[in-house]
């Protein structure tokens, strides 16, 4: 039963629903993958937490500079009229509401928008929140790029996080290999399921209440 997409394929499917003119972040880890997938003829400008403005994707071996790197310290490319500044500047962009929308990594998202993915909290586990923070609360959308299901089979989606937190209320749609969700007022709802997902299968893989994003926007339309 064909149940997941691939990490590739999901970043591609965030980055279609990034706007032409947008200012962007891209998380440490998996969502740095957006970059790889952006329309060449748009306009979508790039900013990392670490001081440049217009990253492009990644370079090939061949052209790889070991001055150029992301806040993960992954080699990138810089476009044409790209700009460089001050890791304070940086930090003032994300805090100022300047990026439209970032997109991060998560531990867990909770059905009211709280998001966790700095720590689990475990013994001996190094804290890395970076800017994570000043993101989650400094953009106007803030896309979470994750698996549904941790490696035991828990679920990412949850009533209420058990984590640190990183930002309260703050998640407005969340893409996993499962399925696309939104952020409501009444919870999470399944913008799009894929591969033979449904909402309630995805219901039984959450244990929560969901509801279905494309049937209300249809019932709406009538």
Known sequence: MNTRISRDELAQRIAADIHEGSYVNLGIGAPTLVANFLPQDQEIILHTENGLLGMGPAPDAAHVDPDLINAGKQAVTALPGAAYFHHADSFAMMRGGHLDVCVLGAFQVSQTGDLANWSTGAPGAIPAVGGAMDLAIGAKAVYVMTDLLT????????AACTYPLTGVGCVTRVYTDHA??????????VR??????????LAELTGLTLTDAAAEASQKEN
């Open 151 to 158: 490696k035991t089979g828990e679920s990412k989606l949850v």
């Open 192 to 201: 799009e399921a894929f591969g033979e997902n449904t909402v309630a299968s």
């Open 180 to 189: 696309i969700f939104d952020v409501t007022a009444d919870g999470f709802a």
